[in-house]
């Protein structure tokens, strides 16, 4: 009802303000009896938090895990598993002259209109430090999903501003090459000329967007409940949940429109034990259904809203006024999206993977 809630059967529901004393999650319908330590979720947090880097903002959390609850011996009770991270580096006086000026482009007018109140700071729970809930409750879903089926996902920045990274999908790409560079970006190159761009946009108080692409390795066949739950309708759900996505493509997505069936179409091979097909220009999923093949998909992020250029703009009350943003704030979002879009990626799937479960017993 409230929003904050994802999933069915591994269901997780996000809390938490950006400048309040702590975020996290309630993850409700995890089996019992599966390994999980804090150092299981900590990785996936330690690559989201901010203060990593030059293109980054420079707010400087830890971002450490409690696991409050649902867990004994380091395995799940299959009760509610309750994740905490404290906010330690909360500057809410940075946002004083922002109280009367919405942002443009941010979450301040339309929370406002809303609920008629806002939190005072940092955007509150429209801030990127809610996904850290998510990120820490999908982290337990990719162990699960590692285990049972060998699922591996992995996501990279394939464009950041004007610059676009050659097409690195289906090489077989691993967290540590995605890692290899502070925009994780595993092209070198590229990479080098994006962190240009953004160290320029930021110096000149402004922001960039960038493109996410994201594989999901050794997903089954036969996840995605259609047809209102198709699995890329999930995914859609899920990317376009996270803050500042402006785009979600699955497969060949809008390029496809410009080959011909006899060209887009994936043919049906032997792979082994199983058929699998040729080309993947589907992104893994028919029908709403995972095929087997990798599940390919694509995110598109604005650049942020909140830049220290002067912008025109008007106060709540509607007078003109102009806004230079304070705060610690991050020139583009693409490289901390990294492990939100795939711990997003695995609460869909983990979702589905119970759900079919469900159906097969
Ligand atoms: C990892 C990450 C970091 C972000 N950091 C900022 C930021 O520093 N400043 C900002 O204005 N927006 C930032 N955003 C985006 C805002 O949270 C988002 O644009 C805002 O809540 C409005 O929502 P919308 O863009 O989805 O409409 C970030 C998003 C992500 C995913």
Redesign the pocket.
């Known amino acids: 009802m409230s929003g904050s809630s994802i999933g069915t059967l591994f269901r997780v529901t996000t809390f938490g303000e950006s400048h309040g004393k702590a975020v996290g999650a309630i993850v409700d319908g995890c089996p019992a009896g599966i390994e999980v330590s804090e150092a299981d979720i900590q990785t996936q947090l330690t690559r989201?938090r901010?203060g990593q880097s030059d293109v980054?903002?420079p707010r400087n959390e830890a971002d450490q895990v409690i696991i409050l609850s649902g867990t004994e011996s380091g395995k799940t009770l299959g009760t509610p598993i309750g994740l905490l991270v404290n906010n330690r580096d909360q500057r809410p006086g940075d946002y004083t002259e922002m109280s009367q000026v919405p942002?443009p482009?941010?979450?301040d007018f339309?929370y406002q209109m809303k609920y008629g109140t806002r939190a005072s700071s940092g955007?509150g729970r429209?801030?990127?430090r809610e996904?850290i809930g998510r990120v820490a409750a999908g982290a337990i879903a990719e162990k699960i999903l590692q285990e049972w089926y060998g699922t591996e996902i992995v996501a990279w920045v394939s464009s950041a501003g004007e610059h676009d990274a050659p097409d690195l999908r289906n090489t077989g790409l691993t967290r540590e090459q995605v890692d290899g560079n502070i925009m994780r970006c595993p092209d070198a190159a590229s990479a080098e000329a994006m962190i240009e761009s953004v160290v320029s946009a930021r110096d000149a108080g402004d922001?960039m967007g960038g493109i996410v692409t994201c594989e999901c390795r050794g997903v089954p066949a036969g996840l995605g409940e259609p047809v209102f739950e198709k699995l890329e309708a999930k995914l859609a759900q899920a990317m376009m949940s996270?803050?500042?996505?402006?785009g979600f493509e699955i497969g060949s997505g809008f390029a496809g429109v410009r080959m011909k069936g006899s060209e887009h179409n994936d043919p049906f091979v032997q792979k082994g034990d199983h058929l699998g097909t040729v080309t993947n220009h589907s992104g893994g999923i028919q029908g709403g259904i995972s095929n087997g093949e990798s599940i390919v998909f694509q995110i598109a992020?604005?650049p942020?809203?909140?830049?220290s250029q002067a912008q025109s703009t008007a106060t709540f009350e509607g007078e003109d006024t102009v806004l230079e943003?304070k705060?610690?704030?991050?020139p583009c979002?693409v490289n901390?999206?990294i492990p939100?879009v795939e711990t997003m990626a695995a609460l869909v799937l983990m979702d589905m993977a119970l759900r079919q479960k469900v159906r097969e017993t």
């Open positions: 989201r901010p980054s903002t942002r482009s941010h979450a339309t955007g429209s801030s990127a996904t922001s996270i803050p500042a996505t402006k992020f604005k942020p809203a909140t830049i943003a705060g610690r704030h991050d979002v901390r999206a939100i």
